[in-house]
């Protein structure tokens, strides 16, 4: 093949490059020195289709998606031939209509070549996202070496315009005319999707080779000799012109950030920004290059904007609602352009596509975080004052959008965490109210072009958050330790009321033994669950006593039964004295209610007469056991005792909001909305090991409630409570607005 195309690099140098004979045979050469490099890295594609699919049917999840793999693979060696000739004739084919067509239509669509996006099947949907990230990745890496062989191109044939949509060597048509090859492949969109990524990788990352042939042997045929133009990848990392630094350093990070997740979702949004361009305008039209705005004049008519917002200042608390604001947003565009308009004596109709994108992108951001419910309204409206700022900051440096780690990107993660805990009872001081509205402050005052603010102010932010964090450490212990201490407490008081009352087994006991059991022994028995915990000695011991207590009332009233009567006093005195010391009673007490028992027990014994031995009970003893019976029933907060019997009789609904619950972590945040009074906001701080109760705490570490699992279902499933979302704001707007870019265009009203 080489032998054929070499001969028609021969041009004459001294025959005017637009001489018709001229043309036909330096597109010739144009065509061969393509055809020649695209069938050697297409080639090399195809060596590594078979190994990509093999991996991936290796690690399939399931044997239907591993078939696929190996169907592929086996349809793409019997394809690949007429795939590789479809491709170079197809690639033939844009050349000479290029040539014919083009050149005499020069008020041709800039969009012939372009990737038509159109939202309809998600199989297509999925095609076209990958092929336009693909074409708009290389269109910014190769952007220096294309235009110099678009310029020699339009030298060539008449001085027709040659952009990069209709190039018939750009990235967009090559990967058209692929798109096209491949219909000759009955695969699985999955294995299409591979195939893409791999033309990506061993076909288009190899034009800036072929461009820097194709503009030597243009420059050596006479075609623009002395145009400047740098080859390789250092023309990757320039920028157009009007682009800032900063820019310049994302076109040269550009390969790698799209690697990466934030960068597919950054082409994804171009891509579907495209296809909403598409079907809202129809064809692009052209404008000239003095119509479009550069980003020196957006950026300038930005810090306009800007200034006016200071000179009006920041309202206070609900002064200025959420619907003004929404306005302000979705008008920014509109106020740009008049003051573009304004500043050069002519008001543009457009801007370019990549500042349009990035205008409706961060004009989107700030919708998203005007109705984003996981924010206070009060902290919506003040951080949608950011708009300017964070568009400004986007034109100088989109990196914003690509990079999670973006300090403009962190602060603004930052700033709506920090506002998701704000309540007006949690910041009566108005302490971190006054910190966001200190920040956004200072980038309305301060910030021009300066890039570094972002991470001055992301520090700063840090450190108040890190202060206030251990603030509210300290009373968030102190919250659950107390609330573990009450737990504790309440669960040795139904542990010692359902050991007296087991024991007691419901059959009827004197009034005095009642009292001892109920009150004394009871408060006792509490003591040591609490200290020496159930497995204690002592434990065993108090639970001796209350068997010996109960039992020497019901001994039979025989010789026998009063011989062990009087054998087991001795220990139950000795016992009971020992208890009530150890809960505190006083040694008058003590000996009174010691010669209480004495008297009852010399009456059982026979000892005195019975009417002698009726004495007041004292007063700190009751007389009843009621007291125990309300322990066991109560529902205090531990957890029931048959959850399996609670769950079957709760309605369907809370059923459903309980597996939510259940699967709940502290640190998660939730709205609550009483049915009078203001929304509380209130984070999961800890969930009780003993009675599964959750104890919710403001942004201050002090209690807002704590809930049973079905207690918290329940307000959840009645909408008095909600939670609100743990991941960054930024990740939460992305996906709504790819989203909301990802629906269907609405159809035009009818007149």
């Not at 020649?36 to 080639?43: A, I």
């Not at 949907?125 to 678009?150: F, Q, Y």
């Not at 060597?169 to 294995?191: C, S, Y």
């Not at 300066?450 to 603030?471: S, T, V």
Request: charged share 25%; aromatic share 4%; with cysteine.
């Amino acid at each position: 093949m080489n032998d054929t195309i070499e001969p028609k690099k021969i041009v004459n140098l001294n025959q005017h490059p637009n001489a018709p004979e001229r043309v036909g045979d330096l597109l010739h050469a144009v065509r061969d020195t393509s055809s020649r490099r695209l069938q050697q890295f297409l080639g090399n594609m195809f060596e590594h289709v078979d190994d990509a699919l093999f991996d991936l049917a290796e690690k399939a999840e399931n044997n239907a998606a591993q078939m696929h793999y190996f169907d592929g693979m086996r349809e793409v060696r019997k394809r690949r031939p007429a795939i590789e000739r479809s491709y170079l004739a197809q690639f033939s084919r844009e050349l000479a209509e290029f040539a014919t067509q083009r050149r005499h239509a020069p008020g041709g669509n800039d969009t012939f070549g372009t990737v038509e996006l159109t939202l309809v099947a998600d199989n297509e949907l999925e095609e076209s996202l990958a092929i336009t990230s693909m074409i708009s990745k290389n269109e910014t890496r190769l952007a220096r070496d294309l235009a110099a062989v678009n310029q020699r191109l339009s030298v060539i044939c008449g001085g027709i315009q040659v952009s990069e949509g209709i190039s018939p060597i750009g990235p967009a048509m090559l990967t058209q005319a692929f798109r096209q090859a491949m219909r000759e492949l009955p695969a699985d969109m999955r294995v299409k999707l591979i195939i893409y990524k791999l033309f990506d990788r061993y076909v288009l990352s190899g034009m800036e080779e072929l461009y820097g042939e194709l503009n030597d042997l243009l420059a050596k045929a006479g075609v623009l000799p002395n145009l400047k133009h740098e080859s390789g990848r250092s023309a990757a990392t320039r920028t157009a012109p009007a682009r800032t630094p900063a820019t310049t350093e994302d076109t040269a990070a550009a390969p790698a950030v799209s690697t990466d997740e934030a960068g597919n979702l950054l082409t994804t949004l171009q891509a579907l920004f495209t296809a909403r361009r598409g079907h809202a305008n129809g064809a692009t039209v052209t404008l000239g290059p003095q119509s479009i705005p550069t980003a020196n004049e957006l950026l300038g008519a930005l810090s306009v904007l800007q200034g006016q917002i200071v000179s009006h200042g920041l309202p206070a608390i609900g002064e200025a609602g959420s619907v003004d604001m929404a306005t302000e947003v979705s008008q920014l565009k509109e106020h740009l352009l008049n003051q573009i308009g304004a500043l050069r004596g002519e008001r543009p109709n457009h801007v370019s596509s990549i500042d349009e994108d990035t205008i409706d992108l961060v004009g989107m951001l700030f919708e998203f975080i005007l109705e984003d419910r996981n924010l206070p309204p009060q902290m919506q409206v003040l951080l949608a004052r950011l708009q300017i700022p964070y568009l400004k900051a986007a034109i100088l440096d989109r990196k914003l959008f690509a990079h999670r780690q973006h300090p403009a990107r962190r602060l603004l993660d930052g700033l709506a965490e920090a506002a998701k805990g704000w309540s007006d009872e949690s910041d009566k001081d108005r302490r971190l109210y006054e910190k966001v509205k200190s920040i956004v402050e200072q980038l309305l005052h301060e910030f021009d072009d300066d890039m570094g603010i972002f991470d001055r102010l992301l520090g700063d932010l840090q450190d108040f958050q890190e202060l206030a964090r251990k603030r509210a450490e300290l009373a968030e212990q102190r919250v659950a330790e107390s609330t573990r201490g009450r737990e504790k407490l309440e669960q040795a008081r139904r542990r010692a009321a359902r050991e007296i009352l087991d024991r007691i087994d419901g059959k009827p006991l004197p009034p005095l033994m009642h009292g001892v059991l109920a009150r004394a022994w009871a408060n006792y028995l509490v003591l040591i669950l609490l200290r020496q915990g159930d497995s204690s000695p002592e434990f065993t011991e108090a639970l001796r006593f209350v068997n010996e207590l109960i039992a020497s009332t019901r001994l039979p009233k025989d010789a026998a039964g009063r011989a062990t009567l009087r054998q087991m006093l001795p220990n139950i005195e000795r016992a009971l004295r020992k208890g009530l010391a150890n809960v505190a009673f006083q040694e008058q007490d003590i000996e009174r209610l010691l010669g209480q028992l004495r008297a009852h027990y010399a009456e059982q014994l026979g000892d005195v007469p019975a009417a002698t031995s009726q004495e007041p009970a004292a007063p700190a003893i009751p007389d009843s056991i009621q007291s125990l019976v309300e322990s066991v029933q109560d529902t205090s907060p531990l957890a029931p005792e048959n959850p399996a019997d609670q769950l079957e009789i709760l309605p369907p609904e809370v059923r459903e909001q309980l597996e939510s619950v259940q699967a709940m972590k502290p640190g998660t945040w939730l709205e609550f909305t009483p049915a009078e009074g203001a929304p509380e906001r209130a984070k999961l701080s800890w969930i009780s090991p003993m009675s599964g109760r959750y104890l919710f705490v403001n942004r201050r570490g002090l209690k807002v409630g704590d809930y049973s699992p079905q207690e918290l279902a329940a307000i959840l499933a009645e909408g008095r409570a909600s939670v609100l979302a743990s991941n960054a704001l930024f990740d939460r707007a992305m996906d709504a607005i790819v989203g909301k870019l990802s629906q269907p265009a609405a159809a035009p009203e009818q007149e």
